[in-house]
């Protein structure tokens, strides 16, 4: 296979001045990442340790395998909203007993674990990997339930949660839920519907009310034990189909049932040469200025096994590049921004190679640097909507698994096109420099002007070009700040935010997840009426 060669000059000022760049934006990711680490912070931390217990992230080292790499997701999400950084719960990949297995842990230290509208998100996503990849879900539970001063917007949506799990049995999907302290109303319905229950002794509690509700409702009185303790569901309800002696026992027993699973082992990573360029170089390869477009195959060459890329169509549709490379050992097929815009002939070239990925069963990575579809007169004339529109249909109707990386830009029908959070893709990541929105901040503040001086003309009014200039500059840093990785991300609008360097690492584990399990559908794909 054609190896890609590099002509990135470390020495340069633009290599300088992108790795400088994105080292800042990876400092702010790294101290959302500790706020999400901190948990509730010293207090309820130093709290619960205090009272014997083990952190989320504790649990979760304790239950994997012993060196074996826990890719978690969206460690910051609720960044930037009225809630803590990581929203109460830690979710990811880990492995167990030599099966990959999705994670959830409650952070009891924030606000008792309980679910506020971010940690319902997260939670919602983690499941959605769990059913699309067919991986068991383990949840490490202690929880006070609905976060209470928002229980409007998530006691309805939330009732979800059961449905799913109980739809992960039905799949065939292995459901395991460790109790190890409070499991209150909707909360007792994780280990009720989950396939096995595991109960620490004098920790678990697990009721549909509280002793104070109780009494509040009965008039009996009840101590915590007697209405949901371990003992209690494991001897008289059944609930508790094991009674652990104590957390680390529960997490062993938790391994134990996966080890009867008998999957077979996802494989990890299946070696592939290294790339023949170093991986560090992948810090200063996106412009410090997204305006300013760069190559994605200097990528490439940094994450694909033996920087091997058989390009498809090269001298096509230039302003996308594709081709068929590996990582780790597994094929994939890439469609990568080359520069901002998508024409008309990058959008067939897409579809078709997103067709001829779906001929050969081989997984698509978008790696998104796009500002979306080339506007104009005669863009317009030359079909630019049906053509997006055919990329978009090949995108939508693909069944083999698709991955994203937004290393850059992602707006507009560009973000659609090139596989965006609607789309689907098995897991989405973004660098820290990236960006993405329906346009540019300054586009969106021009737009904005132009539609108020047009309706200030028709009523026959001066425009007041002052504050003009005043809501243009507004718009444009409000605009900046909710395109940001980071703002993103706390949306749950992808996976997590990762260090560049980390790219070939996380996709090759990703990939080894999603392949030999395409959709469980055995429907080759179906696409949609091309418009050609
Ligand atoms: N919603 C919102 N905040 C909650 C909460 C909930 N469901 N559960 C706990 N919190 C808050 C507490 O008010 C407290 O806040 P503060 O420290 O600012 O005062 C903080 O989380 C820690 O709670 P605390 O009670 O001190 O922790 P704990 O570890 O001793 O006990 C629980 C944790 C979950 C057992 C206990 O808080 C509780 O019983 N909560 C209510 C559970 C419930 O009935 N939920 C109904 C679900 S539908």
Known sequence: MPVLTSTLDPRSQSYLDNRAAMLDRLGELDSAVQQSRGGGGEKYVTRHHARGKLLARERVELLV???????????????????????????????????????????????????????????????????????????????????????????????????????????????????????????????????????????????????????????????????????????????????????????????????????????????GAEPKFDGDDLLAIASADLRVPFDPREILARVLDGSEFDEFKPAYGTALCTGWGAIHGHPVGVLANARGVLFSAEAQKAAQFIQLANASGTPLLFLQNTTGYMVGSDYERGGIIKHGALMINAVANSRVPHLTVNIGASYGAGNYGMCGRAYD????????????????????????????????????????????????????????????????????????????RDTRTILGMCLALVEDKPDHDPQPAAFGVFRM
């Open 65 to 271: 395998d012993r060196d074996s790499p826990f890719l978690e997701l969206s460690p910051v999400a609720a960044w930037g909203t009225d809630y803590p950084v990581g929203a109460s719960v830690v979710t990811g990949i880990g492995i167990v007993e030599d099966t990959p297995c999705v994670i959830v842990a409650n952070d009891p230290t924030v606000r008792g674990g309980a679910v506020n509208p971010f940690s319902l998100r997260k939670t919602q996503r983690a499941g959605e990997i769990a059913r699309v990849n067919r991986l068991p879900m383990i949840n490490l539970v202690e929880s006070g339930g609905a976060d209470l001063p928002t229980q409007a917007e998530i006691f309805i949506p939330g009732g979800a949660a059961f449905k799913d799990l109980t739809r992960l049995s039905a799949a065939r999907i292995p459901t395991i839920a460790v109790v190890f302290g409070n499991a209150t109303a909707g909360g007792a319905y994780v280990p009720g519907m989950s396939d096995y229950t595991i109960f620490v002794r004098d920790r678990a509690k697990v009721f549909l009310a509280g002793p104070p509700l109780v009494k509040m409702a009965t008039g009996e009185e009840a101590d915590d034990e007697s209405l949901g303790g371990a003992v209690l569901h494991g001897v008289h309800s059944g609930l508790a189909d094991y009674i652990a002696e104590d957390e680390r026992d529960a997490l062993r027993v938790a391994r134990g049932c996966v080890r009867r699973f008998g999957r077979p082992s996802a494989g990890g990573t299946r070696g």
């Open 425 to 500: 893709p098995r897991f989405l990541f973004t660098w820290p420099n990236a960006k993405s929105a329906v346009m540019g901040p300054a586009q969106l503040a021009g737009v904005l002007s132009i539609v108020a001086r047009q309706a200030a003309e028709a009523k026959g009014q001066v425009y007041d070009e002052e504050q003009d200039a005043s809501m243009r500059a507004m718009v444009e840093y409000k605009i900046e700040q909710e395109s940001a990785a980071l703002f993103l991300s706390g949306r749950l609008y992808d996976d997590g935010v990762i260090d560049p």
